[in-house]
């Protein structure tokens, strides 16, 4: 069985190609989740106010080359967890970060198969639906919250 990985980028806009992925963070079934960040120095006002970027005082923060390599060391052929898996991809490939299975795992279409939905949730559907039956984090666009609610809602929907 292949390793899952969970995983949220937070980027400076939509564009994979022209704007930044500004942190990614990544998470294993157990265990903390381990973040990323790209030496973004500003983001738009829409997306700071989004991510809270400047009320988490990341701008400019860099991880170190161990970091990097860890996270792609684990996600060698792994099949990646995601509310938004391929918009996540795409900003991973164009950052030459890309290194998991082909097949990957749309949580949001997971979930809605799972409680028999009559459409593809967002996240905070999931969240909603979800926190009356298990704890789960409640995402808030933080790359760590998003993972860790991610996380929290595939293992619950794993057991239905």
């Keep these: 069985m292949r390793d899952l990985i969970v995983l949220d980028t937070e980027t400076g806009g939509l564009d994979a190609n022209n704007d930044p992925l500004v942190e ?4 294993r079934r157990e265990g903390e989740p ?7 120095k500003e983001v738009p006002e829409f997306i700071d106010n989004l991510i809270k970027f400047t009320e988490r005082g990341i701008a400019g923060r860099v991880s170190d080359h161990f970091e990097v390599q860890n996270f792609l060391a684990a996600s060698e052929g792994a099949t990646m967890v995601a509310a938004n898996p391929t918009f996540d991809m795409e900003f991973l490939k164009v950052n030459g970060l ?3 299975h082909y097949r990957m795992l749309d949580l949001e279409a997971y979930a809605m198969a799972k409680l028999n939905l009559p459409e593809v949730p ?7 639906e979800l926190r009356e039956y298990t704890d789960i984090t409640e995402p808030d666009h933080t790359s760590r919250n998003d993972v860790l ?3 929290d809602a595939f293992l619950y929907l794993e057991t239905l």
């Design 149 to 151: 609610a991610s996380r």
């Design 122 to 128: 967002s996240m905070k559907n999931i969240f909603d």
């Design 98 to 100: 890309w290194r998991f």
């Design 24 to 27: 990614l963070t990544w998470a």
């Design 34 to 40: 381990q973040t990323l960040w790209f030496g973004v």
